[in-house]
C-alpha cells in the first residue's frame, strides 16, 4: 500500500528538515507516538526505533535512514510487523516557505495487523505531518 502526504511550511527549509530529522523528539509532539529513539547515527545514516500505541495497540518498527541534509530522508525497514516498509521524506525550498513531502510504501505480515494498521497509518501519516507544521510554528 502507498501512502502520500504533503504540506507547505511557512518556514525556512533548514529549521524544517532538523524538525523532521530529530527522531528522538517525536515522543514529543508526535500523536501516538510514546516514545522515539536513535539507536545510531554515523556519517549520512541513522537507525531509528518509533514507538506507537493506538487505541491500545502497541506497535514498535525501526528503520534504517539514509540523510542528504535539507534535501531527503529515506527510510527503509530493519524491523516491525511490516513485510516490508520503505519511504521518504522530500523537502523543496519555494521562496521562504518549505514544501515537504512523505512517501510511505508498505506491506503488513497479518490480515488482522493489516486492517488495524491499514486504517490508523493514514491516520498517522496525516497526524505526523500535521504535527511537524505545528511544531515549527512552535520554534520560532
Given amino acids: 500500500m502507498k501512502i502520500k502526504k ?3 511550511i511557512l ?3 533548514e529549521k524544517v528538515f532538523n524538525i523532521v530529522n530529530r527522531v528522538d523528539l517525536y515522543k514529543n509532539f508526535v500523536p501516538y507516538c510514546v516514545d522515539s529513539i536513535i539507536i545510531s547515527e554515523e556519517n549520512n545514516q541513522m537507525q531509528a526505533r518509533l514507538d506507537f500505541n493506538i487505541k491500545g495497540l502497541k506497535t514498535t518498527f525501526t528503520t534504517q535512514n ?3 541534509n535539507n534535501k531527503i530522508i529515506q527510510m527503509k525497514l530493519v524491523d ?3 513485510k516490508y516498509l ?3 521524506w522530500k523537502f523543496t525550498e519555494i521562496d521562504d516557505k518549505t514544501l515537504i513531502e512523505l512517501k510511505i510504501n508498505y ?4 490480515k488482522i495487523i493489516d486492517y488495524t494498521i491499514s486504517k490508523s ?3 498517522i501519516m496525516d497526524y505526523l505531518v500535521k504535527a511537524f507544521v505545528s511544531e515549527s510554528k512552535k520554534l520560532k
Avoid at 107 to 110: N, R
Fill in 6 to 8: 504533503e504540506a507547505i
Fill in 80 to 82: 516491525g510487523p511490516f
Fill in 121 to 123: 497509518l493514514e491516520k
Fill in 66 to 68: 539514509i540523510i542528504e
Fill in 11 to 13: 518556514e525556512d527549509i
Fill in 86 to 88: 520503505d519511504g521518504e
Fill in 107 to 110: 506491506e503488513v505480515q497479518s
